[in-house]
T-cell receptor, first 111, second 112 residues
Framework: DQQVKQNSPSLSVQEGRISILNCDYT??????FLWYKKYPAEGPTFLISISSIKDKNEDGRFTVFLNKSAKHLSLHIVPSQPGDSAVYFC??????????FGQGTRLTINP | SQTIHQWPATLVQPVGSPLSLECTVEGTSNPNLYWYRQAAGRGLQLLFYSVGIGQISSEVPQNLSASRPQDRQFILSSKKLLLSDSGFYLC???????????FGEGSWLTVV
């Protein structure tokens, strides 16, 4: 039972344009959502998070949007840079500190 | 500041051999500790988590086990490795009241 889904395994975006990474979830009890970025052979690094009581959180080039009615969140990166090429995981948490991860989306920024 | 380290970074082991991956966290006390695995082409799978010394919860039945002999030490073990155990293993921690989980550098395990 995949409670957090990233339906796009890969995404290619031109440098300078906006990258939009999407994530859907099924458990309405999730109360906190996070995005992680992962380079090959490295551990994921935390990027940005959002509480379920908010619908938007912004940090520099990164903005996360949450649509609770649709059980959907998205990560916007603007402008996209070559160093943003990585695998991005969305994750959700409910209470007891256990993160549930999506399958990941590989983002490639083309020069 | 808090840091997390896991080792070894890479490991090649024959089928049937034992496994021990170690993880330590510095700069915090009583962290929640986790072991994740990322298999090729798949997402991150939670294997074990621990909220305190000697308290281990297993998420997926398998031939792996975890132990927490000290507050900031988490060990992933196997008595006999299988080919399917190959993957990228990640140790992680979070504060008791925090919502964010922080990951170690990861360990590549290849079972041959």
């Amino acid at each position: 039972d995949q409670q957090v889904k990233q339906n796009s395994p890969s995404l290619s975006v031109q440098e300078g344009r906006i990258s939009i990474l999407n994530c859907d979830y099924t458990n309405s009890m999730f109360d906190y959502f996070l995005w992680y970025k992962k380079y090959p052979a490295e551990g994921p690094t935390f990027l940005i998070s959002i509480s379920s009581i908010k619908d938007k959180n912004e940090d520099g080039r990164f903005t996360v949007f949450l649509n609770k009615s649709a059980k959907h969140l998205s990560l916007h990166i603007v402008p996209s840079q070559p160093g943003d090429s990585a695998v991005y995981f969305c994750a959700a948490i409910q209470g007891a500190q256990k993160l549930v991860f999506g399958q990941g989306t590989r983002l490639t920024i083309n020069p | 500041s808090q840091t997390i380290h896991q080792w070894p970074a890479t490991l090649v082991q024959p089928v049937g051999s034992p496994l021990s991956l170690e993880c330590t966290v510095e700069g915090t006390s009583n962290p929640n500790l986790y072991w994740y695995r990322q298999a090729a082409g798949r997402g991150l799978q939670l294997l074990f988590y621990s909220v305190g010394i000697g308290q281990i919860s297993s998420e997926v039945p398998q031939n792996l086990s975890a132990s927490r002999p000290q507050d900031r030490q988490f060990i992933l073990s196997s008595k006999k490795l299988l080919l399917s155990d190959s993957g990228f293993y990640l140790c992680a921690w979070s504060a008791g009241s925090g919502n964010t989980i922080y990951f170690g550098e990861g360990s590549w395990l290849t079972v041959v």
